[in-house]
């Protein structure tokens, strides 16, 4: 998720723009740029710097012309090509006079720059956003205006967007359009703003406005007119915005980990965008493995730290599944001192949100230095880890701030399972309809979550119904084991409780000596092919006194006669289960912290990411 700004009509435009790029680069902030237009053309000025890209930026503007009253900027959180300074927004036509900025992803990008390399258009960067900026120029050499121009070239894109454009041959305008990545409009007098969110322009703009799915927005210094994507005008809806500037930038809510568990179903929906193509095989653009060596593989070894390695523990059972590769997954502090087995057709997959993190880094180097090729699962582009593996798959959750990881868990199990139907695809180990049967439920996924997010005051019932209970056992069976983990480990990283996840069946070999009254145990009871055996464990915890919480479809008609609190989700695909049922328990952590007063963004001892070992 990248931020952009846009304004018409200011007297300080630039510094608008620089000011604004700082708030948004909770956003994303690999590389950012401006672009100011004037009677003297359009100028654009880029820098790639990493956390410092704005500060970068801002020493590349000191010789910036003045004067300039129109102006976009962009910061960047790449998801097609590296994060340098080539590839930073905002784009350029052939001329130079059009500048585009851009958050989402064209999808058909690849097959529309090749129509416009035949028709004579340079493209300068590796990015899928350039395109729009040379159908933009296209349009606007047909002799449309600006708007017209910017709606016609939407026509032909498919995929996620909030795009804004400048042409210096059509000065004091701006047009922007939005499909799926946020948009909003801001007015003052004599001065009209854009922006991704509302913490950019929240000091300037008086009034604020948010633009809808396939709504493009003609923006001039005494104010805005929007129409759809027929050209028939609509009017925005305003937005009654009260917040302070990092209330602002927590896009309303009261933390970074409340936003990001609610960004999970656009997480979902990036990470799967554009992974399929013609004649429905899935694709990955980083996969530079060929398919023969994928085919080749006879075992893979996924290693990962935390909750990354809770999502390679769903892979296992997807890969075995649908794949029938034999598959083992390692603790990556473990794998390398282990003196692990490494033969001709293994395949390591190293899976990371930061891609920084170094036991994972360590672990794949062992593998690699024995001959293995590496897969890397990365949130971050051309991270550490994307950098040195052979092949990447990018999950496109945006950024995550809160130390305890949510969006990025969903996203990665949905990018290795997809990974794992890929598998399938080259072994022919499912039949085609079964893959598209497949791959079509997990494009369904992200509503079942938003159900799951919208039953969050049922959980935080439940949190509040159990304040004051000290023991904490999180139990599963089958992919309902690493969601059990994982939700023992927000539940244990953000409480500070004692919690501990645990297969099902287990108890009995130990375990259940600690269960008595006053314990919790929480139990993920939504897997079919398990449910009776988990009813019998959640009877065997009952007889010693636990109360028990179940994590339960809405089908589920007989789980009420042995749960003392049931957290309700949809019914879904079993595979797909870990995705939806960390929800609740993902609430029920946080609601369980914030009972307990404590700083749910930044939990005592620990750092987002561990690159020490
Ligand atoms: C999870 O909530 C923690 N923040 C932590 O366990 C984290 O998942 C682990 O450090 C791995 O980080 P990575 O995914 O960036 O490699």
């Known amino acids: 998720m990248c931020g952009i700004i846009g304004v018409v009509g200011a007297s300080d435009t630039l510094a608008t723009l620089l000011e604004g790029l700082e708030r948004l680069e909770y956003r994303g902030y690999d590389s950012a740029g401006v ?23 801002k020493l590349e503007c000191e010789d910036a012309p003045t004067g300039f009253r129109t102006g976009l900027g962009h910061t960047r959180w ?90 210096a041959t059509e000065p004091d305008v701006i047009v922007a359009a939005r499909r799926v990545s ?9 001065v009209t703003y854009l922006a991704s969110d509302v913490p950019a322009i929240l000091d300037k703009a008086s009034a ?55 960004e ?14 013609r004649d429905n095989v899935i694709t990955f653009d980083e996969m530079s493995l060929s398919d023969d060596e994928l085919r080749d593989v006879t075992r893979i070894v996924l290693v990962a730290a935390g909750t990354s390695y809770h999502a390679a523990l769903v892979a296992k059972y997807a890969i075995e599944r649908w794949a029938r590769v034999s598959c083992e997954v390692d603790i990556s502090s473990e794998y390398r001192y282990r003196d692990p087995v490494v033969e001709i057709g293994t395949l390591v ?7 920084e993190t170094i036991d994972t880094i360590q672990a794949t180097r062992e593998a690699q230095r024995r001959g293995a090729h590496v897969v890397a699962v990365s949130n971050v582009v051309d991270s550490s880890l994307a950098r040195e593996a052979n092949a990447v798959i990018y999950t496109r959750a945006g950024l995550e701030v809160s130390v305890a990881s949510t969006k990025a868990f969903v996203a990665q199990v949905a990018a290795l399972e997809l990974f794992a139907l890929r598998l399938a695809q080259l072994r022919g180990t499912l039949p ?55 939700g023992a480990l927000k539940f244990k990283e953000l409480t500070y409780l004692h919690a501990e996840g645990y297969p099902a069946g287990e108890l009995k070999h130990g375990p259940l000596a600690l269960i008595e009254p006053g314990v919790v145990v929480v139990v993920v009871a939504t897997d079919p092919s398990v449910h009776e055996k988990i009813l019998s464990n959640i009877s065997e915890v009952k007889a010693r006194g636990a109360s028990v919480v179940a994590v339960a479809t809405d089908d589920d008609e007989t789980i009420s006669s042995v749960a003392d609190f049931i957290l309700r989700v949809p019914a879904t695909e079993p595979m797909f289960s870990p995705m939806i049922d960390i929800v ?4 029920f952590a946080y609601a369980t912290a914030r009972g307990l007063h404590h700083n749910v963004d930044r939990p005592r001892n620990l750092a987002k990411t561990v690159t020490v070992e």
């Not at 946020?182 to 004599?190: E, F, I, M």
């Open 349 to 355: 997959i190293g899976v990371s949100q930061s891609g």
């Open 432 to 486: 085609e309809r079964d893959v598209e049967a497949l791959y079509l439920g997990l494009q369904a996924v992200g509503a079942q979550v938003a159900v799951a997010l919208s039953r969050r005051d049922d959980v935080t019932a439940v949190a509040d119904a159990l304040a004051g209970a000290r023991d904490f056992f999180f139990l599963g069976r089958h992919v309902g084991f690493p969601t059990a983990l994982e």
């Open 35 to 57: 672009a100011l237009s004037g009677a003297g053309g359009t100028w654009r000025a880029r820098a790639a710097a990493g956390t410092e890209s704005v500060l970068a930026l």
């Open 208 to 262: 604020f406005y948010a633009v809808n799915d396939d709504e493009i927005v003609r923006l001039g210094p005494e104010g805005f007119r929007a129409i759809d994507l027929e050209g028939a005008p609509v009017r925005l809806r305003p937005l009654s915005i009260d917040w302070d500037l990092e209330t602002a930038q927590k896009g309303g809510y009261d933390d970074f980990m409340t936003k990001e568990i609610n």
């Open 78 to 167: 790449a998801t097609h090509g590296a994060p340098e300074a080539i590839n930073a927004h905002p784009h350029l036509d052939c001329a130079g006079n059009i500048a585009i900025i851009h958050n989402g992803i064209i999808e058909n990008h690849g097959e529309l720059q090749e129509e416009l390399e035949s028709r004579g258009h340079v493209f300068t960067s590796v990015t899928d956003s350039e395109v729009l900026a040379h159908l933009i120029e296209e349009a606007r050499a047909a002799g449309q205006d600006l708007t017209e121009a910017v709606r016609t070239s939407l026509l032909t894109v498919r995929g996620a967007f909030a795009l804004a454009a400048l042409d």
């Open 264 to 277: 999970q179903p656009d997480a979902l929906r990036a990470t799967l965008l554009d992974r399929r193509h």
């Open 584 to 587: 609740p328990l993902q609430i």
């Open 182 to 190: 946020p948009l909003v409009v801001g007015t003052a007098p004599g």
